[in-house]
C-alpha cells in the first residue's frame, strides 16, 4: 500500500484563498493595536464572537493603555466575567498595560521579541497583532483549528503549536505568513472540525492525504 504523501502547501493555499478569501483577517474587532492585543489576549481558550461580545463595552470604559495603569483586576471582571480564565487574563492585561509604560511609552512593540516581553503575551497572540496591526510577518500564529487541520493536510502529527509554526514557516511563502493563520482557521471552522471532518464539502477533497473521499 502506498504511504500517504502531505498535501504540498502551495497548492492548498491556492485552493484555500479560493473558497475564504473574504476570511483572510482577523475576526476579533479592533480599532487599534492596543485593543487588538488586549482582544487577542481574551481570545485565548474563548471564541472571537464572544470576545467581540465584550470587547465594545470594556473599549469604552477604558480606550486607551494607560487607562489600565491603576486599576485592579477585579475592575475588568463586569466586562470578561463571561470568558473563561477571565481572572487571570484581567491580571495580565493591566500587568502588560504597565510593561507597556514602563518601557516602551505605552507603545505597542513591532518585534516579536519585544511584544513577548509583555505578561500574558506568547508568540500566537505577538503573531496576530504584529501580522493584523503592522503587517509585520515575523512568524506564524496557530491556534487549536491550525492543529487540527495540519495535522490532517501536512500529517504534522504534532499538537505542538511551536512545532507547527516552525514546520510551516519552511513550506508556506512568507508573504503568506499571516494568510495561512486565517485560512487554515476557517476551514476548522467550516468542514475541518476537531470533532468530526465533512470532506465532501472540502474545497482540499482532491489533494488532503486525511481525506475520506476517494478519488
Excluded at 486607551?64 to 477585579?74: E, G, H, I, R, S
Aim: with cysteine.
Amino acid at each position: 500500500m502506498q504511504s500517504k504523501k502531505a498535501a504540498d502547501a502551495n497548492a492548498v493555499i491556492a485552493k484555500l484563498k479560493q473558497r475564504y478569501k473574504k476570511d483572510m483577517e482577523t475576526w476579533l474587532d479592533a480599532k487599534n493595536s492596543w485593543e487588538l492585543l488586549v482582544a487577542t489576549m481574551l481570545s485565548a481558550q474563548s471564541q472571537d464572537v464572544q470576545v467581540n461580545k465584550v470587547t465594545p463595552s470594556l473599549f469604552k470604559k477604558y480606550p486607551n493603555a494607560d487607562d489600565y495603569l491603576n486599576l485592579k483586576p477585579t475592575d475588568l471582571y463586569p466586562y470578561v466575567k463571561t470568558l473563561g480564565l477571565y481572572r487571570n487574563k484581567s491580571k495580565n492585561i493591566i500587568k502588560a498595560a504597565k510593561y507597556l509604560h514602563e518601557h516602551f511609552d505605552d507603545n505597542i512593540p513591532e518585534t516579536i521579541d519585544k511584544l513577548t516581553e509583555l505578561p500574558g503575551v506568547g508568540r500566537k497572540t505577538a503573531n496576530v497583532v504584529l501580522a493584523n496591526a503592522f503587517g509585520v510577518l515575523e512568524g506564524i500564529a496557530i491556534d487549536t483549528h491550525c492543529i487540527t487541520t495540519t495535522d490532517r493536510i501536512f500529517l504534522f502529527h504534532t499538537k505542538d503549536a511551536g512545532k507547527i509554526e516552525q514546520k510551516l514557516m519552511t513550506m508556506v511563502p512568507k508573504k503568506d505568513w499571516g494568510n495561512i493563520t486565517h485560512l487554515l482557521i476557517a476551514l476548522g471552522r467550516d468542514v475541518c472540525t476537531a470533532r468530526a471532518k465533512y470532506c465532501e464539502g472540502c474545497v482540499l477533497k482532491d489533494i488532503c492525504p486525511s481525506s475520506t473521499v476517494k478519488k
